[in-house]
């Protein structure tokens, strides 16, 4: 069983909406300190978009503040990012990933601190 699983990329329009679901299951969703959104576009680092921990805290880059909310159905085991006002800078390949590591309490949105990734799912947003 695939821990990480996202789905819900696509295409649209710059000023669009698009909504991506991950779905984090076994010792993963078991055991993770937080829940996180990331992003990477060609020639560049992956950069850590929403991150949601146990503690309920929820947080976001800069770039993303106010256009996305990340949330999350415990029922389900999913976490789901909501994307409005979508621009062409944000084209990248997302993904969804896990940490039950206890540095990401240093650092949420740190790639680095996330141990169980999704195969990532591709957004573009045309001008």
């Known amino acids: 069983q695939v821990p990480v699983v996202e789905s819900g990329g696509g295409s649209v329009e710059a000023g669009g909406s698009l909504t991506l679901s991950c779905v984090v299951s076994?010792?993963?969703?078991?055991?993770?300190?937080?829940l996180g959104w990331f992003r990477q576009a060609p020639g560049k680092e992956r950069e850590g978009v929403a991150g949601?921990?146990?503690?309920?805290?929820?947080y976001y880059a800069d770039s993303v503040k106010g256009r996305f909310t990340a949330s999350q159905d415990n029922a389900k085991g999913t976490l789901y990012l909501q994307m409005d006002s979508l621009k062409p800078e944000d084209t990248a390949e997302y993904f969804c990933?896990?940490?039950?590591?206890?540095?990401?309490?240093?650092?949420?949105?740190?790639?680095?601190?996330?141990?169980?990734w999704g195969q990532g799912t591709q957004v573009t947003v045309s001008s």
């Open positions: 990933a896990a940490s039950t590591d206890v540095r990401v309490w240093y650092g949420p949105l740190r790639a680095s601190n996330y141990n169980y």
């Open positions: 076994g010792y993963a969703a078991a055991n993770s300190h937080c």
């Open positions: 949601i921990c146990t503690d309920t805290t929820v």
